[in-house]
């Protein structure tokens, strides 16, 4: 599909999903657990983690520990997990998203597994190996990042504008690790407000996802991106349609 068949397919589910509101109690407890450990687990596997999603489920629903897997890998998907969750309280409050609201993020997000940067912006060159792209310079980070936070509390919920915060902070990088995670849950957090389900970039659509940021970040061409994250809401949004329409 193309990109207006996409948004009539989008606003079409959206439809449908409010006309089921409010949601069934068990089914919407049952897709926020599925979804949690999917989100989870897909985020990490993006940045490299190695953890199944059963192996991820092991983690943060019991704690248990995996042979064979790194201390690291555990605790970030302890840390996501917990940041999720934050954010799903955070979606059913009026607490602007502001600067300090992503930087709250990215706190959560690396609390356990790398504390020493959590929360702070980075202060040397930020590359990505392979990529032409090129990152502002560190001491322009404070700037950039009030302006995003300015822009991103003045504007609407909804999913242009939940993609737009993902590819601008991703640009910006302002981290030394964890930009990737952070925007993808930023971006779901902007979801969530404006009533849609959060959506996972899954471990086989990690090449055309990169590709196409890459592509919006050197090219100016933004339509791959939209294309590529439109096809997973719209996934997503059916997935969700039809669990709750098969619900007792």
Request: aromatic share 6%; no cysteine; glycine share 6%.
């Amino acid at each position: 599909m193309d990109k207006a068949a996409l948004m009539r397919s989008v606003a079409g589910r959206k439809a449908a999903l409010d006309a089921l509101r409010p949601l069934a109690p068990v089914a919407a407890a049952q897709l926020r657990k599925f979804y949690d450990i999917e989100l989870t687990w897909t985020s990490n596997a993006i940045e490299g983690n190695t953890l199944t999603a059963r192996e991820t489920a092991e983690i943060v629903e019991h704690g248990l520990t995996v042979g064979g897997k790194r201390l690291r890998e555990h605790l970030e998907a302890a840390d996501h997990h917990d940041a999720l969750q934050w954010v799903r309280a955070l979606a059913d409050d009026a607490t602007p998203i502001d600067e300090g609201i992503v930087v709250e993020l990215h706190r959560r997000i690396v609390a356990r597994s790398q504390p020493e940067i959590a929360g702070v912006y980075a202060t040397l060159p930020r590359r990505i190996l392979g990529a032409p792209v090129v990152f502002p310079n560190p001491a322009k980070i404070p700037e950039l990042m009030q302006a995003f936070g300015a822009h991103r509390t003045a504007a609407s919920p909804g999913w242009p504008e939940a993609f737009a915060a993902h590819l601008k902070l991703v640009s910006i990088h302002p981290f030394a690790d964890g930009n990737g995670r952070t925007a993808r849950l930023l971006m779901n957090l902007i979801l969530l407000r404006a009533g849609y389900p959060p959506i996972a970039v899954r471990p086989e659509d990690r090449t055309a996802y990169l590709d196409a940021i890459e592509r919006a970040q050197t090219g100016r061409d933004e339509t791959p991106y939209e294309l590529l994250m439109l096809r997973r809401l719209d996934e997503t949004l059916a997935e969700y349609l039809a669990a709750l329409q098969a619900a007792p």
